[in-house]
């Protein structure tokens, strides 16, 4: 049995679709309730709801989310006037009623579109029944003959100009790419040829053309086509996005330096010593100033004792030490 006194004030009226919906938890049909007897302006935000019903946040998300399903509860965000992003809560304490509402107000105003378009031409024509028949008649062909002339004029003039432009400056780019060079033709093949050690270094020819001068500078400055090969392959990213701006980048960056210019000093010491004809022995050796070969040279240690006959390789008399007397 059910006890009831009239409420003088601070009440809310709850429909029976509410309190009774078969298909809301009871955590939701209470909260909705809650949010009901709420004046505008109140934070219903899920920390301060969790607090009010002492229910946990995962509970309360969960009920926000089963009125949000069955209409009596919309969050959109909202921008404010300084700029900031809010998410406002709005509560229906009857939702099928709310939507009764719209729907009936957009089919009226359909149908008053069209009697306000209507009336705009008897203005202009002071008859009564037979006006508004005669200016609707020429106004009818009257637009779509302007828009026809209109699309006319401008078909045969604008249309061949638009596509005869683009293609020159489609044309441009291209003859803006360095035509290849009889010189480049080494350092072109080369790059052509590293697909072959890593399929993703597939270049066009115009990138082919791009490069081919620095490719070429490299090999200007005596490194192997192998050495060049190696710096622009050895190790690439896994996930190579632009292969064209990595081989550029290692190209200008990594690019050698150019090998000394050799001295004329270095060019006449460059070699092995000349031949010479040993002083006491006749024997040839190698030495870059005529003297005695190895086995006819004095110890280091005996050298100092050695007269200067001995050590010129003459014998006391004058004469080489293997010359018979006469």
């Not at 249309?159 to 290849?180: D, L, M, N, Y």
Request: hydrophobic fraction near 35%.
């Amino acid at each position: 049995m059910k006890i009831s006194e009239p409420h003088s004030r601070g009440f809310t009226v709850v429909g029976n679709h509410l309190a009774q919906h078969p298909h809301l938890s009871g955590l939701a049909i209470g909260l909705a309730t809650h949010l009901q007897s709420l004046p505008d302006g109140a934070r219903v935000d899920i920390r301060t709801l969790s607090t009010r019903l002492r229910e946990g946040r995962v509970r309360v998300a969960a009920a926000l989310r089963e009125l949000e399903q069955y209409g009596y509860l919309a969050r959109p965000r909202e921008r404010t006037a300084d700029g900031r992003v809010i998410t406002r809560i709005y509560v229906y304490d009857n939702p099928t009623a709310t939507r009764s509402k719209c729907d009936p107000t957009a089919a009226s105003t359909r149908r008053r579109r069209p009697p306000v378009r209507r009336p705009a031409g008897p203005p202009v024509d002071p008859g009564n029944s037979a006006a508004p028949a005669t200016p609707a008649t020429p106004a009818t062909p009257a637009a779509p003959v302007t828009t026809d002339t209109t699309d006319t004029t401008d078909t045969p003039s604008a249309p061949p100009e638009a596509p005869t432009e683009p293609p020159a400056e489609a044309a441009g780019p291209p003859a803006a790419v360095p035509t290849q060079l009889p010189e480049h033709a080494p350092a072109a093949a080369l790059l052509a040829g590293l697909r072959t050690h890593d399929p993703r270094l597939m270049l066009s020819e115009r990138d082919i053309r791009r490069l081919a001068p620095a490719v070429a500078e490299w090999l200007a400055r005596d490194a192997s086509p192998e050495a060049v090969r190696i710096a622009l392959t050895a190790g690439l990213p896994s996930e190579l996005h632009s292969p064209v701006a990595v081989l550029r980048y290692r190209l200008a960056e990594l690019v050698p330096p150019p090998l000394p210019v050799p001295t004329p000093e270095a060019v006449r010491g460059g070699g092995p010593p000349p031949f010479q004809t040993c002083d006491a022995c006749d024997r040839a050796f190698r030495s870059p100033e005529p003297g005695l070969c190895g086995e006819c040279r004095p110890d280091e240690a005996n050298e100092a004792a050695v007269s200067p006959l001995a050590r010129a390789g003459l014998r006391g008399d004058g004469r080489p030490p293997c010359t018979p007397a006469a």
